[in-house]
């Protein structure tokens, strides 16, 4: 599960090294986490989200946080897409 793939940035040109970096952690989301994820590509925002699961809005924060850092992206879209393309969620 430790296997490292070969990346090039966005805006370096081809014949830039590639930078080795690890693949996203999708196969450790919880459930809860893909849940929320399900949720936010329904376009549920933080406050929706919160009363749909009965948490704060920074219970919510801290889920997406958790989120990016393990699906290694930066924003909900980038969330949505990266869960989507692994068949996280539908």
Known sequence: MNQLHWT???GRPDTAPP???PPP???VLTPREIGVLTLVAEGLSN???AQSLHVSEATVRAH???INLKLDVHSRMQAVATARR???IG
């Open 8 to 10: 090039t940035e966005p």
């Open 19 to 21: 930078r080795l970096m």
């Open 25 to 27: 952690r999708v196969g």
């Open 47 to 49: 406050r929706s989200l």
């Open 64 to 66: 997406m946080r958790s």
């Open 86 to 88: 692994h068949g996280l």
